[in-house]
C-alpha cells in the first residue's frame, strides 16, 4: 500500500510508504546493495559545506535549538492518529484501508505511475526511491538460487503492481495481495495491460489478485516479499507480523522497512509538526535488531542487506533465509 519540505510519511505499500526525512534537501544520497562476500557498494552522506549556511550567533543558535525541542515535545502526533484511526472505525488497519481506498488511492497511483503531469519535486523523488527499491529486490531475487521462472511468489502489500508484475514477467507464479480494494484493483489493470503487450511465447503469468490483510495471508510459497508495510506496524506487531510471513515461506522472504536510528526518529518528529493529507497513518520506524531478531525466532537468517535512500525516501532491505535444520 508506501509523501515539502519538511515531511515524514509513511513507506506503505500495504504499502509502500516510504519515510521521508525532514530537510533531506540538504542531503546527497546515493544508494549502497550490500551482498555477503562481495565487495559492498557504499552509501554516503554529504552535509552542507559550512559556506552555505547563514551564520548563526551562539544565543541565536541555542534559542532556536530550544524552540524546535520545545515544538517537538509539545506536538501530538499520537492524538492526532488516534482521531484519524477512530474515524475511520478502528485502530492503525482500519485507517489504512479507509485512506488507501480514498484519497491515499489517488495520491500513491499518481506517485507510483509514469506520468509527470500534476507529480511535484517531491513525489518524483519517491518514485524515484521506490522503483529503486524494487530493483534491489528483482536484483536479490535473480542472484538467488531459487530461480524465479515457475516459482511460486507471494507479494504481500503488491500496491499498485510495481513489484508483481516483473515477477510475473519473469515467469514466476504470483499471489499480490493488499490491503487497499482500489489498489488491487489498479494493480489488476495495470497486469492485464502488460500482459496484453507482451511478444507471442513470453514467460509472462497473469498474476493472482486478492484484497487482504498480512494477517489473513495464507499458503506456502518458495519466495515471500513484503515491501514498505511494515510502517504501518508497531514494534511487536511488526515482530508478529515476520514471523507470520516466514510461516508461510520456503526458501526465502525479503523485507523492506523504515530504519529506526537517532537521527531518522528526530527527523520524523519534526516532520510530524507539519500534518498534511498525506499523514493519514502512522508511521513506525523499526530497528535492525528487532527485524533480525523476529526472523531468528522464526527459525530465519539475514542473508542479503541493502539500503535505498533518496532525499526523501529511506529504506533498508533484507533477504533471509531458513536456517539450516530450522524448516
Known amino acids: 500500500m508506501a509523501?515539502?519540505?519538511?515531511?515524514?510519511a509513511p513507506l506503505s505499500r500495504v504499502h509502500s510508504l516510504p519515510l521521508l526525512i525532514p530537510l533531506a534537501q540538504h542531503s546527497n544520497w546515493r544508494v549502497g546493495l550490500i551482498r555477503p562476500q562481495r565487495k559492498a557498494l557504499t552509501t554516503a552522506a554529504a552535509l552542507p559545506p559550512a559556506a552555505d549556511l547563514?551564520?548563526?550567533?551562539?544565543?541565536?543558535?541555542?534559542a532556536a535549538a530550544a524552540?524546535?525541542?520545545?515544538?517537538?515535545?509539545?506536538?501530538d502526533p499520537e492524538r492526532r492518529r488516534r482521531a484519524q484511526a477512530e474515524a475511520a472505525g478502528g485502530g492503525d488497519k482500519e485507517a489504512v484501508r479507509a485512506y488507501f481506498n480514498s484519497t491515499g488511492f489517488e495520491r500513491w497511483r499518481k506517485i507510483y505511475g509514469s506520468a509527470t503531469d500534476g507529480v511535484n519535486r517531491v513525489q518524483l523523488d519517491i518514485r524515484d526511491g521506490h522503483a529503486q527499491t524494487v530493483a534491489a529486490t528483482l536484483s536479490m531475487l535473480r542472484d538467488s538460487p531459487v530461480p524465479l521462472a515457475g516459482a511460486t511468489v507471494c507479494d504481500a502489500g503488491c500496491g499498485t503492481g510495481s513489484l508483481a508484475i516483473p515477477l510475473a514477467a519473469e515467469g514466476a507464479s504470483v499471489l499480490a495481495s493488499d490491503i487497499s480494494a482500489a489498489m488491487v484493483a489498479e494493480a489488476q489493470r495495470q497486469a492485464q495491460a502488460a500482459m496484453a503487450a507482451q511478444p507471442t511465447g513470453s514467460a509472462f503469468h497473469m498474476p493472482r489478485f486478492e484484497v487482504r490483510d498480512l494477517e489473513s495471508l495464507e499458503g506456502r510459497y518458495d519466495i515471500v516479499v513484503c515491501l514498505d508495510v511494515l510502517i504501518h506496524y508497531p514494534r511487536e506487531e511488526a515482530q508478529q507480523m515476520i514471523r507470520h510471513l516466514a510461516s508461510l515461506a520456503g526458501?526465502?522472504?525479503?523485507l523492506s522497512f523504515a530504519p529506526k536510528t537517532f537521527y531518522f526518529d528526530f527527523l520524523k518528529r519534526i516532520g510530524e509538526l507539519f500534518p498534511g493529507p498525506s499523514k493519514a497513518t502512522r508511521a513506525y520506524l523499526h530497528s535492525e535488531r528487532d527485524i533480525e531478531d523476529a526472523l531468528r525466532q522464526a527459525g530465519w537468517r539475514v542473508t542479503n542487506r541493502g539500503f535505498i535512500s533518496t532525499q526523501f525516501y529511506f529504506a533498508k532491505l533484507f533477504e533471509a533465509a531458513p536456517i539450516a535444520g530450522s524448516q
Not at 526458501?251 to 525479503?254: D, T
Open 3 to 8: 509523501r515539502a519540505a519538511v515531511y515524514t
Open 54 to 62: 547563514a551564520p548563526l550567533s551562539l544565543p541565536a543558535a541555542a
Open 67 to 75: 524552540a524546535l525541542a520545545a515544538a517537538v515535545s509539545l506536538s
Open 251 to 254: 526458501k526465502r522472504l525479503l
